[in-house]
């Protein structure tokens, strides 16, 4: 949910109004225990498999929440970003850009193309300087997100600024949980997502914090290098 939420500006010009949620059976959990716990076999297992919840938010984007970790898959968050230009998904690190992908008449539902290049040539200076770090130590988890992150969050306490996330977010995110359950209990009924900023995401603007570490932009001294190596490739 975190980077979802810097992506479309919740708490800041964008909020959660409702969420609705749904739970399939509960079968993941029992079947581990029948195989590695026999002890515990005749125990009651209540988590769902699969929980799906449904977000929707102020400026008219949705949110679709999978928690799956019950049942044996390979790993992978299953991120996916869509939009009136195309869209990109982690699973196989694809991207379709409407007319810029070329597509194959052959096989044209099919038409991806790997993002790897993409992500090259957009590359945040930051995580091109985290790469480079990567390279003498071993650091964060994630793929590095977690370091990053932990990181920007150090830089504002030394600084006194505005830290990258701050309560509204935490207590959003969190909320997610709850709400889920709640929706659940009743049938997948619609449930409202407090407004902890009590009106002022309407008015409040990207984050203030904006040192070396920052998540939300690109720092003003690595803007220009960033810009000059994207127009090169």
């Given amino acids: 949910m975190g980077p979802i939420a810097k992506y479309l500006g919740i708490n800041r010009g964008n909020r959660i109004l409702t969420l609705s949620a749904m739970a399939s059976k509960a079968r993941g959990l029992h079947a581990w225990l029948e195989k590695n716990r026999p002890d515990l076999a005749g125990r009651a297992v209540n988590e769902a498999d699969v929980v799906t919840s449904m977000l929707k938010c102020a400026n008219g984007e949705t949110i679709l929440l999978t928690h799956d970790c019950s049942l044996p898959r390979p790993y992978s968050r299953g991120g996916r970003v869509q939009g009136t230009n195309g869209l990109w998904q982690e699973d196989g690190n694809l991207i379709y850009l409407e007319g810029r992908t070329k597509i194959d008449k052959n096989d044209w539902m099919h038409s991806f193309e790997p993002a790897e290049p993409y992500l090259k040539a957009y590359a945040h200076p930051l995580w091109t300087a985290y790469e480079e770090m990567e390279r003498r130590l071993v650091v964060g988890g994630h793929g590095g997100m977690d370091w990053l992150v932990e990181r920007a969050w150090i830089e504002s306490v030394q ?53 070396t570490w920052t998540l939300d932009a690109i720092p003003a001294a690595a803007e220009k290098p960033a810009r000059k190596r994207a127009a090169k490739k």
């Fill in 159 to 211: 600084t006194g600024t505005e830290p990258p996330l701050d309560c509204y977010d935490a207590a959003t995110w969190m909320s997610i949980t709850v709400l889920s359950e709640q929706s659940i209990a009743m049938g997948g009924a619609p449930q409202a997502m407090p407004d902890y900023t009590r009106g002022s995401w309407m008015t409040r603007g990207p984050s203030k914090c904006i040192g």
